[in-house]
């Protein structure tokens, strides 16, 4: 069973940054592609982000492309994503979620496509 825990939440203004990590509970971590989503108030899950296993590639949503940066430490087991020049509309709940891929270089953009989510962690942007 894959847990993952996400931390780094918090309440920042509008232009600051905010770094989340996603500490993921398996011994081949590596062979997992990890992804970050969003829920805000109101509106369904989005997605934000995704690193494949292998660090090989990384893509991103349009509303957070130049300003959110994923990264992984496979030696850790852990996921980030650092978010610069944050937005009111950034505020949500963020979703770290993992789908097993031996390929190390394939990464999913959709929530369907993955198996394993954290329980989320607040993010809230003040004007």
């Known amino acids: 069973q894959v847990q993952l825990v996400e931390s780094g939440g918090g309440l920042v203004q509008a232009g600051g940054s905010l770094r989340l990590s996603c500490a993921a509970s398996?011994?081949?971590?590596?062979?997992?592609?990890m992804g970050w989503f969003r829920q805000a108030p109101g509106k369904e899950r989005e997605f934000v982000g995704t690193?494949?296993?292998?660090?090989?590639?990384?893509y991103y949503a349009d509303a957070v492309k130049g300003r959110f940066t994923i990264s992984r430490d496979n030696a850790q087991n852990t996921v980030y994503l650092q978010m610069d020049s944050l937005k009111p509309e950034d505020t949500a709940v963020y979703y770290c979620?993992?789908?097993?891929?031996?390929?190390?270089?394939?990464?999913?953009?959709?929530?369907?496509?993955?198996?394993?989510w954290g329980q989320g962690t607040q993010v809230t942007v003040s004007s």
């Open positions: 979620a993992a789908r097993r891929d031996f390929s190390l270089v394939r990464y999913y953009t959709t929530s369907s496509d993955y198996n394993y």
């Open positions: 398996v011994s081949t971590f590596s062979t997992y592609c």
């Open positions: 690193i494949s296993g292998g660090d090989y590639n990384r």
